[in-house]
Nanobody
Framework: QVQLVESGGGLVQPGGSLRLSCALS????????MGWYRQAAGKQRELVAT???????NYADSVKGRFNISKDNAKNTVYLQMNSLNTEDTAVYYC????????WGQGTQVTVSS
């Protein structure tokens, strides 16, 4: 059973940046599409970025041009670089496969506030 551990969240001012990390207990990048999801208070979880096994990347329109997903095969880690953050980015961020097939981790809270 693969386990996920997200980290890197925190409190940041509008316009700021954060880098999230997702460490996997074993490497599944060779055959799985990995994604970053987020869930704001009172809203459904949404998929914001994906990276396929071959490296193809897609973003939700709401984050396109501001977020960058990447992965490090040697470290079994997926990253989400978030720039130009705004208050609407406030949410708990999770990683998982796309579609989600792994038990959800605890997520990492991102709060954008002045």
């Amino acid at each position: 059973q693969v386990q996920l551990v997200e980290s890197g969240g925190g409190l940041v001012q509008p316009g700021g940046s954060l880098r999230l990390s997702c460490a996997l207990s074993r490497n599944i990048f060779r055959f799985a599409t990995m994604g970053w999801y987020r869930q704001a208070a009172g809203k459904q979880r949404e998929l914001v970025a994906t990276i396929r096994s071959g490296g193809t990347i897609n973003y939700a329109d709401s984050v396109k041009g501001r977020f960058n997903i990447s992965k490090d095969n040697a470290k079994n880690t997926v990253y989400l670089q978030m720039n130009s953050l705004n208050t609407e980015d406030t949410a708990v961020y999770y990683c998982n496969t796309d579609p989600a097939t792994i038990a959800w981790g605890q997520g990492t809270q991102v709060t954008v506030s002045s």
